[in-house]
């Protein structure tokens, strides 16, 4: 198994209050994702990096911030949770591959927040 | 927005049985991949494949894919117990590599 450490898997917080989620690799792999998975959305791209401090926006980044400072850790920042933010966040790595494409991704195994 | 959209949501079969689930995706792409998810576990890729292949086999798996019909699809042959999961297609965004997922399609595999 890829080594890929989400910090907290649970977390349960109240509208309006900050929330970090940690992504912590081994591999060495140069990209990292956040995506979020609600039923019936699968998982929507939140922000990811491609390289350290170098970050770019996904399709749902209203709300999320990031930081990367070093190439194993990879941060999500809810500044004001909403309980609209109340998903599963998953964390993924890959390198990038000779093809050009992003090449197979490997998972975290997720950090489940609710925000009431 | 997404690329992909699986079809059917869910399936549910013996085990025993092939499990066949499709993937439409809407541009052009260069590469389609197959991913895993067992409940309350992260997504596993199982394969990868590339535009200018038609079809790619992994033990029981098997994936086609048709650009001109801009259409994919994953065969689970003989399946099992263990086979019970959701299944995502993911293919690149738009003038872009980062990957997109669909929502899956919900396999239960009975015994």
């Known amino acids: 198994d890829a080594g890929i450490t989400q910090s907290p898997r649970h977390k349960v917080t109240e509208t309006g209050t900050p929330v970090t989620l940690r992504c912590h690799q081994t591999e060495n792999h140069r990209y990292m994702y956040w995506y979020r998975q609600d039923p019936g959305h699968g998982l929507r791209l939140i922000h990811y990096?491609?390289?350290?401090?170098?970050?770019d926006k996904g399709e749902v980044s209203d709300g999320y911030s990031v930081s990367r400072s070093k190439t194993e850790d990879f941060l999500l920042t809810l500044e004001s949770a909403t309980s609209s933010q109340t998903s599963v966040y998953f964390c993924?790595?890959?390198?990038?591959?000779?093809?050009?494409?992003?090449?197979?991704?490997?998972f975290g195994e997720g950090s489940r927040l609710t925000v009431l | 927005s997404q690329q992909g959209e699986e079809d059917p949501q869910a399936l549910s079969i013996q085990e025993g049985e092939n499990a066949t689930m499709n993937c439409s995706y809407k541009t052009s792409i260069n590469n389609l991949q197959w991913y895993r998810q067992n409940s309350g576990r992260g997504l596993v890729h199982l394969i990868l494949i590339r535009s200018n292949e038609r079809e790619k086999h992994s033990g029981r798996l098997r994936v086609t894919l048709d650009t001109s019909k801009k259409s994919s699809s994953l065969l689970i042959t003989a399946s099992r117990a263990a086979d019970t999961a959701s299944y995502f297609c993911?293919?690149?965004?738009?003038?872009?590599?980062?990957?997109?997922f669909g929502a899956g399609t919900t396999v239960t595999v009975r015994a």
């Open positions: 990096s491609y390289g350290v401090k170098d970050t």
């Open positions: 993924a790595i890959s390198d990038p591959g000779l093809a050009g494409d992003t090449g197979e991704l490997f």
């Open positions: 993911a293919t690149p965004y738009v003038n872009d590599y980062k990957l997109s």
